[in-house]
């Protein structure tokens, strides 16, 4: 499949992103938007990233990795006080219980 376009941020959970391209481009790519939003020392969209890197990984049965993702998206969330995430975190299946 041709890579046709970059994560769409509108589409919040990037579901649509990873059904387009395949799951390794989407980890690649969503890696990147990640370090370029801390470049950026944005935090907006941290947790939201990770959570769709998260799935990603899990797509791609790398499950440590979309365990670390999500750990790191509920540090994120927890220390910008940043909630409206919190959803996508369980719903990706791999939020560690509070």
Request: negative net charge; aromatic residues 6%; glycine residues 6%.
């Amino acid at each position: 499949m041709t890579l046709t376009r970059a994560p769409d941020r509108s589409d919040r959970r990037g579901e649509g992103f990873i059904r387009r391209a395949s799951a390794s481009k989407a980890v690649l790519l969503f890696e990147r938007a990640i370090a370029d939003d801390q470049a950026l020392a944005s935090t907006v969209e941290i947790p939201n990233l990770l959570s769709v890197l998260a799935k990603a990984h899990a797509d791609l049965g790398q499950f440590d990795d979309a365990r670390r993702c999500i750990g790191e998206a509920v540090t994120a969330a927890e220390a910008s006080g940043e909630r409206w995430w919190e959803a996508d975190f369980h719903r990706v299946g791999l939020c560690p219980s509070s």
